[in-house]
């Protein structure tokens, strides 16, 4: 290498040290000059100083474009691992707690980061995250009025520079988290806007065009990640379901049962199952057919669970079978409740295809954990045992099952005329 074109090296790697490069687009831009240099010494010996100067000032011309391409590295790199945490999990909630980190993650500054679904004009909480981790904490209800509301019936982006100068929160102008600026970004599936992001920060003024273009990137990805959520959901809600009383099936009985003899063992508490069966039901599926039959037995459904306690669970068992799980019940709770039962079905009728009212009955078997049974399985069996006893010698009671020590137990409930 020559002397002159050594100079010229290293008052180009001087330049570069007062430029804002990294070390290896140093390296990078050294290595390119050096190579085109080179091949001026050997095309055109006497131009290397003229080339020199030209060559230098073309590539610090071309700074812009390489932190252009810095620039859309990185935003590729955040894509690629938005896209990767978004769809490595089907729960909703864990969605939407990963889209206010990302959020947070995205944006310089960022104090607090909200999303909300947005359903038949109304907006749920969804997640947020603050600057401090604080996580899933609603600052303040979406006014109807307010950004979020206006965000999600315009389906469009909105910012807001200054907080305490807007109209929007001149009511809040005092309140701590109401300072910097904040922006409300639509989550939309077509036309259809399914929830509202916000992001707020302590500086005011504007959001740069690279920090919108990321958030709108995050705001699409959370959208297809949301409704693939919703989706799971649904399926999984599918499976277990009963498609004719819309209760729950057997599968869901099963998981649910093993949930409460889990709960009622660790904190050493009963509960109780009842097991129920239709008095007649069989007569009205030969007379009128499945379709009157399920009928039937869909507006039994219903009524049960209008009847039942808010922690109780009323699941399909199967055919005409209706199992109801009573957390926290005792043996006599269990009586109590199942009187209630029968008492309230006894007022309750149906009006047949040829306009005649009729009603049925109801037989039960009562099991409590842990006097009938130790596990799930045992537990449903003691229940269906009791009713099968119900059935067959006291139809339109409750049979109470056999427990561990004594026999069968006849609580004493009758059939209501």
Do not use: C
């Amino acid at each position: 290498m020559s002397s002159s074109l050594e100079n010229w090296l290293e008052t180009f790697r001087a330049r570069l040290e007062e430029a804002n490069f990294s070390a290896s687009e140093k390296e990078s831009l050294t290595e390119l000059f050096h190579t085109l240099l080179e091949s001026v010494e050997t095309l055109q010996p006497g131009t290397v100083a003229d080339s020199a100067e030209i060559l230098s000032a073309r590539l610090f011309s071309h700074r812009n474009l390489i932190a252009l391409i810095r620039q859309q590295s990185a935003e590729l790199d955040a894509f690629k691992r938005i896209a990767y945490n978004l769809t490595s999990n089907l729960e909703l909630q864990a969605v939407l707690d990963t889209v206010v980190s990302e959020a947070t993650r995205l944006i310089k500054g960022a104090h607090n980061a909200h999303i909300y679904l947005y359903q038949d004009g109304q907006l749920t909480f969804g997640a947020s995250l603050s600057m401090d981790g604080v996580k899933n904490q609603e600052y303040n209800v979406p006014r109807q009025n307010g950004l979020t509301y206006q965000v999600a019936r315009l389906g469009q982006m909105v910012i807001i520079e200054d907080m305490r100068r807007h109209p929007l929160y001149r009511n809040f102008s005092t309140n701590a988290h109401m300072a910097g600026s904040i922006l409300g970004l639509p989550l939309k599936s077509g036309e259809t806007v399914i929830g509202v992001m916000n992001l707020s920060r302590e500086q005011q003024g504007a959001f740069k065009p690279a920090e919108l273009r990321l958030l709108q990137m995050l705001a699409d990805q959370a959208t297809l990640a949301i409704l693939n959520a919703r989706m799971h959901e649904a399926l999984a809600m599918q499976a277990l379901s009963d498609t004719l009383t819309g209760l729950p099936n057997r599968r869901a009985l099963d998981r649910r049962l093993e949930g409460e003899v889990s709960r009622a063992t660790r904190y050493g508490r009963t509960f109780a199952v009842l097991m129920m069966d239709l008095d007649g039901f069989k007569a009205i599926n030969d007379t009128w057919g499945h379709a009157v039959g399920d009928q039937v037995l869909h507006d039994v459904a219903r009524f049960l669970a209008a009847s039942a306690r808010a922690s109780d669970f009323l699941a399909r068992y199967g055919g005409d079978e209706l199992t109801m799980i009573l957390p926290e019940a005792s043996r006599n709770g269990a009586v109590e409740i199942a009187t209630n039962i029968q008492t309230r079905f006894a007022n309750f009728g149906f009006t047949l295809p040829d306009g005649s009212n009729t009603r049925l009955g109801i037989s039960g078997g009562i099991a409590v954990y842990p006097t009938h049974a130790h596990t799930a399985s045992d537990l449903l069996r003691a229940a269906d045992e009791a009713l099968y006893s119900a059935k067959r010698h006291a139809r339109g009671t409750f049979v109470v099952a056999k427990g561990f020590t004594g026999e069968l137990q006849m609580p004493g409930l009758k059939n209501p005329a």
